[in-house]
């Protein structure tokens, strides 16, 4: 992580000069306060990454001898199967479209982003009030 945090830190430096450059450069306000605030993100995620990097045991990328075998293992549990993306999707699109045709059509849209997201949170729900 210490690798991200440097890389993330230089590129917020390059965005910071090349945003002072350019709103010297061009006076325009817009373009400015779009690379100020690229430069925001590129410096809070550089941070975070430099400051976790301190909290967490040496990765294999952090070592210039490490193969990449190195960091080979298990990465996480991902479902296998899921229909709430579905639901969120076609609630969001929804939500979307109520933007543009009109505001009633959230009625439509907000039970299905409710009910996608109640079912992806609870899709492995096991404890002492799972239904058996």
Known sequence: MKIQGKMFIWLSVFILAMAILYGVWSKEPVGTTALFLAFG???MIGYYLAFTAKRVDAMAQDDKEADVADE????GFFAPHSW??????????????????GWWLLYFSAPLI????????FEFYRGENQNQ
């Open 41 to 43: 993100l590129a410096i």
């Open 72 to 75: 080979a293992g298990e990465v």
């Open 84 to 101: 709430q993306p579905l639901s969120l999707a076609i609630g969001g699109a929804l939500a979307f479209l109520a933007i543009a045709m």
């Open 114 to 121: 409710l009910v996608g997201l109640f079912g992806w949170v």
